[in-house]
């Protein structure tokens, strides 16, 4: 099992930013893929920005250019650095790591851009 806690979520300005972090524990080696998904209120969960363990990443187009996806294997824990942050970015905001043929999942952490 992995298991996923993430943190750093808050309330921000339009134009602001936040970092988000996501702690990995259990069977951490069997990770390969890691990512940052998005679900606002009454819509689907969507994926904000992924990486693999090779270091290749991918974003959703919304927000290329102002968020980062970053992973520190020695602490198995991946970053999400979002600047310039806009009020459609309000969201909870989830951890997803893929090991051992399944996908596992945060609790969640509420991003909240006011304008």
């Known amino acids: 099992q992995v298991q996923l806690v993430e943190s750093g979520g808050g309330l921000v300005q339009a134009g602001g930013s936040l970092r988000l972090s996501c702690a990995a524990s259990?069977?951490?080696?069997?990770?390969?893929?890691m990512g940052w998904y998005r679900q606002a209120l009454g819509k689907q969960r969507d994926l904000v920005a992924g990486?693999?363990?090779?270091?290749?990443?991918n974003y959703a187009d919304s927000v290329k250019g102002r968020f980062m996806i970053s992973r520190d294997y020695a602490k198995n824990t991946i970053y999400l650095q979002m600047n310039n942050l806009k009020p459609e970015d309000t969201a909870v905001y989830y951890c997803?790591?893929?090991?051992?043929?399944?996908?596992?999942w945060g609790r969640g952490t509420q991003v909240t851009v006011s304008s």
């Open positions: 997803s790591a893929e090991a051992l043929g399944r996908t596992f």
């Open positions: 259990g069977i951490t080696f069997s990770i390969t893929t």
């Open positions: 990486t693999t363990r090779g270091g290749s990443t």
